[in-house]
């Protein structure tokens, strides 16, 4: 994965509208144990857009955070093609994907764009390779 030629991000407006589509999918969080929702929206290279929440439960490590999710949903309907993530906390709250899901967006696109709230009611847009450079790679780590 690593070596990949850097990706050029989406345009703004599109990353704009992908994080109101993250908002939009916040408002279906279930997260009565943490409070804390989220909601994530993947922009495959095709142009669709899979929407997702965290989905908490009682046994808390079952919990599944919205970018794993929507990543799931990216992947049932045949793509693997992930090119933007944006992720919503809660509102003017600044959420990046955890380590889990950053190893599971790198799976499938360690250079795609993540959008993130800046806490100021801008965004900000970082690359998967600059949150999370070193990824677990099964052939690597096998030595
Ligand atoms: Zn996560």
Do not use: W
Not at 20 to 42: E, H, L, T
Not at 62 to 86: F, K
Not at 114 to 130: A, K, N, R, Y
């Amino acid at each position: 994965m690593r070596g990949l030629s850097q990706q050029v991000p989406p345009p703004f407006q599109v990353l704009k509208d992908l994080m109101a589509k993250a908002r939009g999918a916040r408002d279906n969080a279930y997260a009565p144990y943490s409070g804390f929702p989220v909601g994530a929206a993947v922009l495959s290279g095709d142009g669709v857009v899979f929407r997702a929440c965290n989905v908490e439960n009682g046994s808390y490590g079952l919990s599944v955070c919205a970018e794993r999710n929507a990543v799931s949903m990216l992947v049932v309907s045949g793509r693997v093609n992930p090119i933007a993530i944006a992720v919503a906390g809660p509102p003017g709250v600044p959420c990046t994907p955890c380590g889990a899901c950053r190893q599971v967006l790198a799976e499938f696109n360690p250079s795609m764009s993540v959008v993130l709230e800046d806490g100021e009611g801008g965004l900000e847009v970082i690359s998967l390779e600059d949150l999370f450079p070193r990824p677990f790679q099964l052939g690597e780590s096998r030595g």
